[in-house]
């Protein structure tokens, strides 16, 4: 296991990121899943019972998350392990409950998961968040829930919005365009089981993008006991009938791993991230074709993943559109490739926490690198980066993809490091511990 010494603390502010003198050489751990932390805590708010949640994830996301749902009615209290014992929301005591304010703070999650959930509830709810926030799209939540029974007011399809206290769901068929983003499916299907009808959901629209974040919703309510099925490509079913009480130990989170893997493929080195899961539905075990696309050794066992840089990195043509999340960390690395990478299938990027594409652009243009972008990819000629300011744009992944480049790019600054703490608050602590000596 990677080891972070008792003194360092997360860097905040500006951070000078470490260069590699050579191949990394370390064990790594991450925490547990942002996605799957967030689904099970939507289920165990839902739950006929009571559940355990271990391993979870303690990150900006996760705990607006349960801020949110403890306003909605939700009980839950952390053990002195850690662990989260969560007592679900009382329906019939909520819906006389005094009105809420929710922030969504930058997540999205929160954004597109909450609202269906809060409609349930019969109880008057302001959702807002960052500035950021407020121009991400919500439409698509907005007029589903609207159609299902609930009344809410928007300013423009965006936040920040109030669903009303005479909300109610209903549930039964719905079509949507679901085109872009996989949350806007995920949080239907979510609340779908305390509907009197479920949910018959339909994308209209083209192919979700991030799929594997649908698979893992489905996932998360079969294993709930909830009757979920997709008869067909985008159209799923869901029975209505409370989740049961979940006692489950959360995955590490493999998005966040990434990075670190990432490090052995820019240095040539050779990185183990520790109890990568053989089964998963998370997004993020699509790194492990990508690395070896990019020349590297691949080997997964009991232990974790394995993952040995090559001498040089080889250019990539590469669709992203299932692991989107991943692009920011892939384009760092087709930055120090020799050749011209091709990453496609990414125009929904532009609707995250920034527009990706642009500020991938716009930061490797900066440091020497050769880049195009088109509505829907990125073209990048390798090159070797100079130094520069590499700015984030509060985007988790654009600190991870700077802390790569600056592997082998020396004097490379990552401005507003702690943005990080979106997804992964020790990130800068386990990356330079990853770096010392003995990792």
Known sequence: MTDTPASAVPV?????????????????????????????????????????????????????????????????????????????????????????????????????????????????????????????????????????????????GLLPMTIHADSSLRGGHLAIDASASSQFVSGLLLAAPVMPLGIELVNQGEPVPSRAHVDMTLEVLADAGVDVTEPEPEHWIVEPGLPRGLDVLVEPDLSNAAAFAAAAVATGGDVTVLDWPVHTTQAGDGFRAIAEAFGAEVRLDRDGLHVQGPRALRAVDLDLSAIGELTPVVAALAALAEGTSHLHGIGHLRGHETDRLAALHRELSAIGVEVEEHPTALTITGSRPGPGMWHTYNDHRMVMAGAILALRTEGLVIENADTVAKTLPEFTQLWEAMLSPGA
């Open 12 to 156: 905040t502010g500006d951070w000078l990121a470490p260069v590699a003198g050579s191949g990394v050489t370390a064990h790594a751990s991450v925490p547990g899943s942002k996605s799957l932390t967030n689904r099970y805590l939507i289920l165990a708010a839902l739950a006929e019972s009571d559940s355990v949640l271990r391993g979870w994830l303690r990150s900006r996301d996760t705990l607006l998350m349960i801020d949110a749902l403890r306003a909605l009615g939700t009980v839950i209290e952390e053990a002195d392990n850690g662990d989260l014992l969560i007592t679900p929301i009382d329906f019939s005591a909520a819906t006389n409950a005094a009105p809420v304010v929710i922030d969504c703070g930058l997540a999205g999650t929160v954004m597109r998961f909450v609202p269906p959930l809060a409609a349930a509830t019969g109880r008057e709810v302001i959702l807002d968040g960052d500035e950021q926030a407020r121009v991400r799209p919500m439409s698509v939540t907005i007029d589903a829930l609207t159609r299902l029974g609930a009344s809410i007011t928007s300013a423009e």
